[in-house]
Nanobody, 119 residues
């Protein structure tokens, strides 16, 4: 069992910045791929950014150049630096941890943290 706790959400003006953090416990952090997803009301949950245990990153086209995902394996944390925020970034942001073995997908979610971008 992997436990994930997000923090850092809040209200920010358009063009502003926020940094989200996710603390993980319960397994070997470094072998899991970590990701940030978001879900706005009435919309599907979407992948925002991911980072493998080796540090390879991937981003949704809508956030490239604005968001940066990083991880600190020694501290069992993953962060999402969000710059130049837009109203359409408003959503609940979820931390995700996953690892695929031959027969099993291990997939864990945090409780989510609200990000609101509004004037």
């Amino acid at each position: 069992q992997v436990q994930l706790v997000e923090s850092g959400g809040g209200l920010v003006q358009p063009g502003g910045s926020l940094r989200l953090s996710c603390a993980a416990s319960g397994s070997i952090f470094s072998i899991y791929t970590m990701g940030w997803y978001r879900q706005a009301p009435g919309k599907e949950r979407e992948l925002v950014a991911s980072i493998t245990g080796g540090g390879s990153t991937s981003y949704a086209d809508s956030v490239k150049g604005r968001f940066t995902i990083s991880r600190d394996n020694a501290k069992n944390t993953v962060s999402l630096q969000m710059n130049s925020l837009k109203p359409e970034d408003t959503a609940v942001y979820y931390c995700n941890s996953r690892r695929r073995t031959i027969q099993t997908l291990y997939n864990y979610w945090g409780q989510g943290t609200q990000v609101t971008v509004s004037s």
